[in-house]
């Protein structure tokens, strides 16, 4: 697979494998989610995981707290289009019945399981079956020894000392297959504890920010703190954990590189104005059906949906395709230039048909076909008779300033 555009920079780190699934070592950076269902159901597990990966997710946990859920893992395993994860909390025995039943990779919480005897039979069972295992140290779980150690605080460095400590159970047996998380529910704590772990180990890192909550302010918090870290080359692979539909998770995991230009575009890239008095559409209502009328759809193009022919053409012009509205029509261009007009309420059909056009046949062939001359006179009519109702500052801004300095030439 193929980058995208970023110049960030990666810290190196060695590679695990998840299933097929390299994480580290150079690797694209995967996505990662998990499944809300009982793992016992597993049928709507699987079904849920279809949806996951779809979405862009590249490796899906769920959890495995029972024995029923164990069971289901050893049925859902081999039906699963991608590789699973089984999420352990409290008791080892469920790591082992998860080995047994196939699972890709087991992440265990130091916090909760705590005998090195557990810990090391763990490790030696993954060593022996070649699966990897996720240290997951959650700052809300920290084992209680370190909490007291720290003055009954969680620090970056009792983190990273929770991850070294379960590394040192895993070198007791030779095992070292290992990925790391240091979750937290603060972002500067995050960002400080990923960045120590960075310094001191040369695993790969699963980022994520602990129970962000629901959209959109849980979307910025792990925004925030993921999209810092990657952005000087710390992490390997990605979760959003959110209050919301899992599917949700993984979209905007895959967004989130694309957008960094760490994965390769798979979906539309809409852009769009943010309105303002010249716009002459809903730009808010029309820029909602472009991105529902395109979906997950394949069609990877930077799409652009523009309030007003005056400026918009302008302004997008490196978008592979666009819209800007005048005067009751579309004016439909393509890397800046004029191909076509459209009625108003055909502007987003007519942007999906060509953006399908163009990723199927290439921006050439679709300017190819049509008359490129009459599109530009039509959008420059539409302009001009904009122009001419509005004049060039919509907003009245002139009119306000010439306001402001008559009251203030006002002797009163
Ligand atoms: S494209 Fe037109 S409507 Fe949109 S922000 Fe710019 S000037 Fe305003």
Redesign the pocket.
């Known amino acids: 697979m193929e980058l995208g555009e970023s110049s960030l920079p990666r810290r190196v780190t060695r590679q695990v494998m998840v299933g097929s699934v390299p994480v580290g070592g150079g690797a694209p950076i995967t996505v990662q989610s998990m499944t809300i269902t009982k793992t016992a159901d597993v049928e709507g597990t699987l079904q849920q995981i279809y949806a996951l990966a779809a979405a862009g997710a590249d490796i899906v946990r769920c959890t495995c707290n029972e024995i029923e859920a164990a069971e289901g893992l050893a049925r859902i395993v081999p039906r699963s289009p991608v590789p699973i994860v089984a999420d352990i909390h409290h008791q080892y025995r469920m790591a082992l019945a998860a080995l047994e039943a196939g699972v890709h990779c087991l992440r265990l919480n130091p916090g909760n399981i705590r005998k090195p005897d557990h810990i090391k039979a763990v490790a030696q069972e993954c060593k022996d079956r070649g699966i990897p295992i996720r240290i997951g140290v959650n700052g809300g779980s920290l084992d209680p020894a370190l909490y007291a150690k720290y003055g009954g605080k969680v620090t970056p460095e009792a983190m990273v000392e929770s991850a070294e400590m379960e590394l040192a159970h895993f070198h007791e047996v030779d095992f070292d297959d290992v990925k790391i998380s240091v979750k937290a529910s603060s972002v500067p704590l995050m960002i400080e504890a990923y960045r120590l772990l960075a310094d001191t180990v040369d695993h790969p890192l699963h980022l994520g920010v602990t129970e962000a909550g629901p959209p959109p302010a849980g979307l910025l918090k792990a925004t925030a703190g993921m999209a810092t870290l990657l952005a000087e080359g710390i992490g390997d692979t990605i979760r959003y954990s959110l209050t919301a539909d899992p599917v949700e998770e993984a979209r905007a995991g895959r967004q989130l590189l694309e957008i960094l230009g760490l994965r390769e575009r798979k979906n539309i890239d809409l852009i769009?104005?943010?309105?303002?008095?010249?716009?002459?559409i809903d730009?808010i209502g029309v820029a909602k059906q472009a991105m529902e009328a395109f979906g997950d759809r394949e069609i990877p193009l930077q799409v652009a949906v523009?309030?007003?022919?005056?400026?918009?053409p302008g302004?997008?012009r490196d978008a592979d395709i666009g819209i800007?509205?005048g005067n009751k029509r579309g004016h439909l261009f393509v890397k800046g230039r004029n191909v076509a007009v459209v009625p108003e309420d055909a502007m987003v059909s007519t942007l999906v048909e060509w953006a399908e056009f163009i990723h199927e046949h290439g921006v050439d062939a679709a300017i190819a076909r049509v008359d490129t001359a009459k599109a530009a006179r039509e959008a420059e009519k539409d302009r001009a008779l904009l122009l001419a109702e509005k004049g060039d500052d919509?907003n009245h801004s002139e009119q306000r300033v010439e306001l402001i300095h008559k009251r203030g030439d006002d002797p009163r």
């Open positions: 769009a104005c943010p309105s303002c008095g010249r716009a002459e730009v523009m309030g007003c022919v005056v400026n918009g302004e997008a800007a509205a919509v």
